[in-house]
């Protein structure tokens, strides 16, 4: 299983209903042959849970950026202050 699958099955996992949790619980539990059937089978949903990954994940940077931000607040003022 590529890192892209485990995404993909992933977010089927948290966000699919009961037959696509479903599939997602065979394809941990695939070898190689039926993990490929599984992705040729429904590919609709394979390209649907990947976008859903990748946009998970980039709500997840951003969240993490801000809350960076946060903690870190910028020291522009000390800087300018001892120029």
């Not at 892209?4 to 619980?25: C, E, H, I, P, T």
């Not at 980039?58 to 300018?80: G, L, M």
Request: hydrophobic content about 35%; glycine content about 6%.
């Amino acid at each position: 299983m590529t890192n892209q699958d485990y995404r993909v099955f992933n977010a089927m996992s948290m966000y699919g209903g009961s037959f696509v949790k479903g599939l997602a619980a065979l394809a941990y539990m695939a070898d190689d042959e039926n993990l490929l059937r599984i992705k040729c089978g429904w590919p609709e949903y394979y390209k649907k849970y990947l976008e859903m990954a990748e946009l998970h994940e980039k709500v997840e940077r951003e969240r993490a950026i801000k809350q960076i931000s946060k903690d870190h607040p910028s020291n522009d003022t000390v800087w300018k202050g001892n120029e």
